[in-house]
């Protein structure tokens, strides 16, 4: 997504992952740990695997995974089609967004995918999902030290959310710093 906060965001698009190479990674954690929740997010954009995403937590709420829908997070920054579809082909998951900025000039500066997808549509689209699924929606926002870490975008952000029934709220503090590997 070229999130400029974010270091693999800087190493670019390889490919998504398939279901198989999703369900293996499952296969393998579940040797080490009994598995009991699965939250989809990271390296990348899970709503851009749309299809391999519904695919293989439909096969971890099946024999032999039998995980349940509650304990499965899927952590979106923007993809709105896709977020407009999830409610329709996965009930119960629970949906978190990652906002990082309580306005889009802020939202486009430190990710810039999300010029596509204006916040007050991403807001609409939320509004929607949380009315057709009833489920509270999770939110992230990373702090990062004089953008978005003002008092006026605690107020900002507070707006924004004030509408939804919001289960918990993620803050991370990042703060910049300048390297200097030269002579």
């Not at 999703?22 to 851009?48: A, C, D, T, Y």
């Not at 039998?66 to 997070?73: A, E, Y």
């Not at 990062?144 to 509408?163: C, K, P, Y």
């Amino acid at each position: 997504m070229g999130c400029t906060f974010c270091a693999t965001g800087s190493m670019g698009f390889k490919s998504n992952l398939s279901t198989g190479e999703i369900v293996e990674q499952l296969v393998h954690s579940s040797r080490l740990s009994p598995i009991r929740n699965v939250v989809f997010m990271g390296m990348g954009e899970p709503l851009n695997n749309y299809n391999g995403l519904v695919e293989v937590i439909r096969v971890m709420t099946t024999f032999p995974f039998q995980l349940s829908p509650k304990k499965i997070t899927v952590v979106t920054v923007r993809i709105i089609h896709a977020i407009n579809k999830l409610y329709g082909d996965l009930q119960n998951i629970n949906l978190a967004v990652s906002l990082h900025a309580p306005i889009q000039d802020i939202r486009c500066q430190i990710m810039p995918a999300a010029r596509a997808f204006p916040l007050k549509k991403l807001m609409n689209a939320l509004a929607e999902y949380q009315k057709k699924s009833q489920q509270k929606i999770f939110s992230d926002y990373i702090m990062l030290d004089g953008v978005n870490d003002e008092e006026q975008h605690a107020h900002q952000l507070g707006r924004l959310l004030d509408t939804f029934e919001v289960v918990r709220m993620r803050f991370k503090f990042v703060f910049r710093v300048n390297y200097n590997f030269g002579p």
